[in-house]
């Protein structure tokens, strides 16, 4: 059973950086695209930003230029990098592995960005 588990949420003030982290376990025979989503109270949930096996990325117009994603294929592992984080950053944060046939979410994780 493959479950993914997130780290490095937390409470930030406006200007703050962050760094999420998502590691998958169980039986995995390989993992094409790694995602970050978000969802804000009484919002849906969105795209933050992907990044495919061989690395192409795609970034939310909101945070392009502040957020980089990466990963570690031989950790199966995917990264947010969050920088000059702004208030309308504060979210629950997902990951999400697509693994085979099947999309998989972490649990989430809160990130709060308050003054």
């Known amino acids: 059973q493959v479950q993914l588990v997130e780290s490095g949420g937390g409470s930030v003030q406006p200007g703050g950086s962050l760094r999420l982290s998502c590691a998958a376990s169980g039986s995995i025979t390989g993992i094409s695209t790694m995602g970050w989503y978000r969802q804000a109270p009484g919002k849906q949930r969105e795209l933050v930003a992907s990044?495919?096996?061989?690395?192409?990325?795609i970034y939310a117009a909101a945070v392009e230029g502040r957020f980089t994603i990466s990963r570690d294929n031989a950790k199966k592992s995917v990264y947010l990098q969050m920088n000059s984080l702004k208030p309308e950053d504060t979210a629950v944060y997902y990951c999400k592995m697509h693994i085979v046939l099947n999309d998989y979410w972490g649990q989430g994780t809160q990130v709060t960005v308050s003054s």
């Open positions: 990044i495919g096996r061989t690395g192409t990325t």
